[in-house]
């Protein structure tokens, strides 16, 4: 009876540390990992593999603010990439160019023949939990740097005063989100609803966003070189977390 007595003390003495022990565990950096296939398309095709981490914000932590790297990888056949500068699309540069109207006489286009553009940025996510099992989400591209083969393309201008021609272009090395049009370079965005159908695995649905920018190899019309094209496509995903 004695021997019961001090087992059941030291029980109720050390329940509570095991029980701390085990919820700072689970907030350990291992946790709330997500590793991800996306497949996209519509006018284009896209796959993406990403890796993102998740923080929980609040007591009950079901908005989530995470961050991530992803690689994306754009296709395309014949995809109209138009001026891409905000100086020259807008006018404007900084906020401006959102409520800037556009400058139509000044959007060239370059039609490629082919596209292919692999761009690898960290990204900014956004989460919030309904449930254990189903979530809405944001993310989006925030830096990083693109790479591809040379690409042919045709070059029409919109002021009509230069015959069209025959132009190589490649991918914008360096991607930085700005704002609006003043955003450089290729980059992608999701928003999506996932569903944990296993303690692990999840499929995730929705749309993807992916602006492709590329270079031209010589100046054309106001003295530009960067044009580029913006794809919406649905979306479908596959996630694993090791550890949730």
Known sequence: MKKLLVMGLLALVFRPVFSQENTESKTGYRYN????????????????????????????????????????????????????????????????????????????????????????????????????????????????????????????????????????AKPTTANVLLVSDNDIGSLNSEIYLRYWFSPRWAIRGGLTFAFSEYTTSRKLTFDNDRFRAKILMPMLALTFSPYR
């Open 33 to 168: 990992n997500n590793f991800d296939l996306a497949i996209g398309a519509g006018n284009g095709a896209s796959t993406a593999l990403s890796w993102s981490h998740f923080h929980k914000v609040g007591k009950k932590g079901k908005f989530q603010i995470g961050y991530g790297v992803r690689l994306t990888s754009l296709f395309g056949s014949n995809v109209a990439h138009i001026t891409a500068p905000a100086t020259l699309t807008s006018g404007k540069t900084g906020l401006g160019v959102i409520v800037g109207e556009t400058i139509e006489a000044n959007l060239d286009t370059l039609t490629l023949n082919s596209m292919q553009v692999n761009f690898l940025n960290i990204s900014i996510n956004l989460q919030y939990a309904f449930s254990q099992k189903l979530e809405v989400g944001f993310n989006i591209d925030a830096l990083g740097f693109s790479f591809g083969g040379e690409q042919k393309g045709t070059f029409v201008a919109a002021s009509q005063r230069r015959a069209a021609s025959q132009e190589t």
